[in-house]
């Protein structure tokens, strides 16, 4: 296989999942500038941002509302 075929492939894996990583991150509860700080940190250092944000990272993500108006379609 060609090295410049597997270099591309991982590439959009990594972009792919850094993409998955943001999109977490600004689920979550936290306040806006931890989620900024996450996101900044995945932008700028792509691989180990998303180790660090796996091994550190905000766990839960914001539950929708649960009552019977908003419920309605």
Known sequence: MDMTL???VFA???LLLD???IA???RTTKAPGT???WALLVIILPLVG???W???GP???AQPPTSKEHSKG
């Open 6 to 8: 597997v270099s591309v």
């Open 54 to 56: 796996g091994i550190f």
């Open 35 to 37: 989620k900024l700080g």
């Open 50 to 52: 998303v180790v660090i």
């Open 59 to 61: 766990r839960g993500v």
């Open 12 to 14: 959009i894996v990594l």
């Open 24 to 26: 977490s991150v600004w």
């Open 19 to 21: 993409a998955w990583v």
